[in-house]
């Protein structure tokens, strides 16, 4: 299986430094030309199936890459959310104290939010899950940072404490694995966002 992975586009939350979480989130004026740069790159890309995060950023993202697959199925699943931030979402940085290096979604533990034990659990169920349905497909997730970093600690044999080890990706970055039936990897693309300055939509 080939697996594509992208990140959406920036939020007006993420220009807030408002924490989202499981919230829906809503693309800026620049996330919405981050989503259209990422489809142009993804225009002649061979995708057989679509799965995206059912929050909204991920969703309008996605919207903006199936305008070139429009013939390609794509479900929306819980799966593929961010990680849940409890009583952290909703509120800014600043107001919980979190500002630059000392912020991370991976390294927040909040109450009645999600362990980063639950995160890679649900991350690895779900890519062993796409790799039995579509193991010989090309297949495009479209979701969130910190998923993002669980589901590469979960392909790459990696456990739920080395997903902080994982650095950030750019909004619209997309990493690229090629798997196989015994779930060995080779990493083709990780944390590439040259979309965002080779292509200039109108």
Not at 5 to 16: F, L, P, S, V
Not at 74 to 83: A, F, G, P, S, T
Not at 139 to 167: M, Q, R, W, Y
Request: net charge positive; aromatic share 6%; with cysteine.
């Amino acid at each position: 299986m080939k697996l594509i992975i992208a990140r959406h586009g920036e939020t007006i939350e993420n220009q807030k430094e408002i924490i989202q979480g499981q919230r829906q989130g809503t693309l800026s004026k620049n996330g919405v030309e981050q989503a259209k740069n990422l489809a142009l790159r993804l225009k002649h890309e061979k995708i057989d199936h679509i799965y995206s995060s059912d929050l909204a950023r991920a969703k309008d993202t996605a919207k903006e890459i199936i305008k070139f697959h429009h013939k390609v199925p794509i479900e929306y699943v819980k799966e593929l959310r961010e990680k849940n931030l409890g009583e952290f979402e909703g509120r800014t940085k600043k107001e919980m104290g979190l500002t630059g290096e000392r912020w991370s979604v991976v390294s927040a533990n909040p109450k009645n939010g999600e362990s980063n034990k639950q995160l890679f659990d649900r991350a690895k169920s779900f890519v062993n899950k796409v790799l039995n349905d579509h193991l010989n497909d090309n297949v495009l997730f479209v979701c969130h940072n910190g998923i993002k970093k669980a589901l590469i600690c979960a392909i790459t044999g990696k456990e739920a404490k080395d997903i902080p080890s994982i650095e950030d990706f750019k909004s619209t970055a997309i990493s690229i694995f090629d798997i196989d039936k015994d779930k060995k990897h080779k990493i083709q693309v990780l944390n590439c966002a040259k979309h965002l300055e080779k292509y200039k939509s109108s």
